[in-house]
């Protein structure tokens, strides 16, 4: 027995440096966190940077590592995957159904530790990572942007915004290009009921967004299959608004755009 473990020590020493039990997790084992938990693969390529994903209502850490469409194209892009997972089945964030007095402090205390614990165990380099999420996961990223705007490098919210509508203001202006289908009933670009709440609306939200970060000089752009208006600040910042024409759907493509459009701007340093 002790035999096969120094074994695996050494072929996984080999590939990840040196091993204890706290780096036992990766894709197909959960990263303990406390009573928390998140998944990564590609940590060979975690100083080349990675791609935080949060996944939309009652989805999971795991269901999302299990796209390998998506997994693989982040591998290519040479960077590490990382999915996490929510408090409850919902994203306990300010005027969710699921928690409507949250004051989102939880889940920006988990994304705080999720990175630490990273850069702890696979050396990431946090000056090198993309924020995203669709959908629910979509909601998470714009309140990660506006109250914890210096935890990641960029943020790509895909199909989501605030609940109810945006905060009168945030903690600093932050990287984001948001994607949103034009044709989406889900989460309507102008926002619809849900219980007790509403969600919000995306024009609205990016009304704040310019004012508070004082972006300006909007140039349409035509990438793919969607028209982008971009957006900067004097500090470099970069604010960039995509539709498709699309309904409340993901590809992997806007998250290589918005890596790709993040990492041009200059936000990964």
Not at 68 to 92: P, Q
Request: aromatic letters at 10%.
């Amino acid at each position: 027995m002790r035999k096969s473990v120094l074994g695996l020590s050494v072929i996984l020493a080999g590939l990840f440096g040196p091993v204890s039990p706290t780096f036992a997790c990766g894709p197909d084992t959960d990263c303990e966190l406390g009573n928390r938990h998140y998944r990564i693969s590609s940590v060979e390529n975690a100083p080349n940077g990675a791609i935080v994903f949060a996944h939309g209502y009652r989805g999971s850490a795991a269901g999302m590592m299990r796209n390998m469409n998506l997994r693989n194209m982040v591998d290519e892009m040479g960077l590490a995957f990382i999915t996490v997972k929510s408090l409850r089945d919902d994203w306990a964030i300010p005027n969710a159904p699921s928690d409507l007095n949250s004051d989102g402090e939880a889940e920006f205390a988990y994304f705080e530790d999720v990175l630490k614990d990273v850069e702890k165990r696979f050396g990431l380099d946090r000056s090198q990572v993309m924020m995203t999420g669709f959908s629910a996961g979509g909601m998470m990223v714009w309140e990660l942007a506006c109250n914890r705007p210096n935890l990641f490098a960029g943020f790509a919210p895909i199909a989501g915004t605030f609940w109810k509508g945006p905060p009168q203001t945030c903690v600093a202006p932050a990287n984001i290009v948001h994607i949103h289908g034009t044709s989406d009933r889900t989460v309507p670009l102008t926002g619809r009921r849900i219980g007790r709440t509403k969600q919000g609306s995306v024009p609205d939200t990016l009304e704040m967004y310019r004012d508070f970060g004082s972006f300006a000089d909007v140039e349409p752009v035509a990438v793919q299959s969607m028209e982008c208006q971009r957006e900067a600040n004097a500090d470099g910042r970069v604010l960039e608004f995509c539709t498709h024409p699309g309904g409340h759907s993901f590809s992997r493509s806007y998250l290589k755009y918005a890596w790709t459009r993040l990492e041009n701007a200059g936000a990964f340093q």
